[in-house]
C-alpha cells in the first residue's frame, strides 16, 4: 500500500507518462489528494488504456475527489477503461 505520498508520486508520473498503458492502483490506499491529482494526470495524459482505482480510502469530500477524475476524463482521448470499485460514492444529485 502505497498512501497519499507514494500516490502522488504516481500521478505525477502517469501525468508525464508516453508509454505506459495499464495502471492497476487498487487497493493502495489512495486517498483525496491522489484522487484529485490523478484526475489532473488523465487530463494531461494521452498514453493510459486502463486506470484501476479499485477501493481508494475515501472517508469524506469523496465526490470532490470523483470530481476531479471526472474533469480529466473529459479532456482524456486514450482512457477505455476506469474502475473505482469499493468507492463507497453516492450520488450527490
Known sequence: K?????GLALAQMLSVNTTLKTADLAN???GHQTL?????????NS???VL??????LFSR?????EHVAMGLRANQSLRSLSLRNASLRDRG
Do not use: C, F
Open 2 to 6: 502505497v498512501g497519499d505520498k507514494g
Open 28 to 30: 493502495m490506499e489512495l
Open 36 to 44: 484529485t491529482m490523478m484526475g489532473i494526470a488523465l487530463a494531461r
Open 47 to 49: 498514453t493510459l488504456l
Open 52 to 57: 484501476n482505482l479499485d477501493r481508494p480510502s
Open 62 to 66: 469523496q465526490e470532490e475527489a470523483v
